[in-house]
């Protein structure tokens, strides 16, 4: 079943194209994540999905709604944003933080429902021991997790992540990934993952999206995408591509001219 | 540290290890219920001690009056069967230290809840209530009264007139650029410091042509003074206060996530711009109305928020009223030193909040444990 229809979409800032002409479908419960090179339009794609920038042209449907059509808060029901990093000017909790993903649901005030359904996230991902922690004293990858905790206590059908794992050790990027895995199949989640590292993606996605100068150059399942000759489309990158128990494992071997041009 | 994954494998673990993090999460939560409640501590201690200093600092002044007496004045209001007073104490306590501890506490109220919605909606520990210009645009307002005599109301209130006048004109013109350019928080902090030199230095105009008797009206204006108050003002600031405050403190939730900046305010549902002005219009309006009265007192709009949330933290539905009562007490205790401390001069309540709350809140910064809120 369609989740996301995207049709026709196209996003610039003054003079630059940043995204035009991207048409796909996304379906419910998948986990799909988005390749490319840096300034692919990767994050301005999950802006525009999130209502946070307004596409020039094209619609974007979501449970066969368009988000034009629909209220900020509206939209913030159905679909959660996990940033990349949150930088904040001053000090938040750990239990504040995931607090914030209530408020599309809320009144003005947030009432116990609320407070026992933030308890239950951080219960469930074992960060309710950090409620009281200071959000920027913590890790790296504990603060990836309690944006993602937010996210969670958003309820959303959909959570779009901007490079959940850019700044992780592998031990984390895995716990990260196996926490999204688990939401898209137990909750019946739909995921999008702005993701750079293209073996995890491999290893965990159904369909990887590979972007190119604002343009879809590949969609489809790991296998059919991460081939040799795509990779060298879009990175400029001579690459080797092994499968493992069905996997396509990606190694880059050299470049191929100075920058990956169009 | 455990994630869902681990999760997973916890959930066939033998019963005793399910107990013992069943217990763990009590920890967490009772913890939780020992912040909040230690927070709405800090809040019910903080609202006697304003309170009780009010009534306490009633009785303080240069007139000896007992302490008896000015209940019994004060209940003779009230009950003017009861009670019968000599004329001049009576007028003293009435229409003198009444009004005065009245305005402090609603001035320092205004001031500390001003500025932590200012702080939070510009993202900036450095913004204050006259963040926007308002102070200085309030005292060029005072300057034309003064000289020229010319503004929009005549007779007692022209310099209040002018002073609100022109500081709601600078508060206008920022928040205008910010709906109109949908303006960054940092743009409008640029925009609000120019507009500060620019009424300045016209304010510095008027100053060099002044006679003497203007000069000293301007001067003492901008030291920031309570007495100024009385009871014909009073209706007037209540009412701004009843329609502020309120609505301010509606917006905590949404305060709390402008704090995570515009783009991450948005994919929570949170329009940051129109949050940004809504809050900025009433703070305006009321930090205006308060400063038309009391000229500026500069210091505790920036402090009073810093110091709520080294104690309590930065959830606005406690920040905000904390700010607001902090900023009181600081200033009805500068406002009553300043009264005697010199006697029988009275060093004007500006100057001595900053003398008093500057080395105090050095003194929080200092001793402030990196790790923690308390």
Partial sequence: MVKITINDLSFGYASTKILENISVDIHKS????????????????????????????????????NIRQMKRMEVARNIAYVPQSSNRVFPTTVFEMVLMG??????????????????HVLEEMGLDELALRNFDELSGGQQQKILIARALAQETGVILLDEPTSNLDIWHQLDVMENVKWLVNNRNVTALMVVHD?????????????????????????VSVLTCENIEKVYGVEAHVHTHEGIPYVMPLKQRGMTADA | MLGLFKKQSRKSDTDSSGSSHRKQTSDARSDYQRYVGRKMLFMFVMLALVIFLGAFI???????????????ILFSRFFPDYFINADLPSQVVWNIRLPRIVAGIMAGFGL?????????VLKNPLA??????????????????????????????????????????????????????????????LAGIAINYLFSSLSDLFHYFATDEQLRLMVSWGMGDLSAFSWSNFMLLLCIFVFCTPLLYLKANDLNIMVIGDENAKSLGIDANRVRMFCMLLASLLIATIVCFTGTIAFIGL???HMARMVIGSDHKYLAPASGLLGALVLIVADVV?????????????????????????YLILKRKRKEFW
């Fill in chain 1, 102 to 119: 209530r408020r599309p649901h809320l009144g003005w005030f947030s009432n116990e429902t609320d407070k026992e359904k933030v308890w």
């Fill in chain 2, 338 to 362: 300043g009264m005697n401390i010199v006697r029988p001069t009275i060093v004007p309540t500006g100057i001595m909040t900053s003398l008093l709350g500057v080395p105090f809140f050095m």
């Fill in chain 2, 112 to 120: 500390g809840i001003c500025g932590c919605v200012m702080q939070s």
């Fill in chain 2, 58 to 72: 009633v009785t303080v002044g240069p007139l000896e009056v007992s302490v008896i007496d000015v209940y019994k």
């Fill in chain 2, 303 to 305: 402090v009073a928020p």
């Fill in chain 1, 198 to 222: 293209l073996n995890m993606a491999s290893k965990y996605s159904d369909r990887i999206l590979m972007m190119k100068n604002g343009r879809i150059v590949s969609v489809g399942d790991p």
């Fill in chain 1, 30 to 65: 998948s986990f799909v994540s988005i390749v490319g090179p840096n300034g692919a339009g990767k994050s301005t794609f999950l802006k525009c999905i999130n209502k946070i920038l307004t596409p020039d042209r094209g619609d974007i449907h979501i449970d066969r709604r």
């Fill in chain 2, 128 to 189: 204050s209530p006259f963040t926007l210009g308002i102070s200085s645009g309030a005292s060029f307002g005072v300057a034309v009264a003064a000289v020229m005599g010319v503004g929009i109301i005549s007779g007692p209130y022209l310099l209040v007139g002018n002073a609100f006048l022109f500081s709601m004109l600078c508060a206008m013109f920022i928040i205008a650029l910010s709906s109109l350019k949908g303006a960054t928080s940092e743009t409008l902090i």
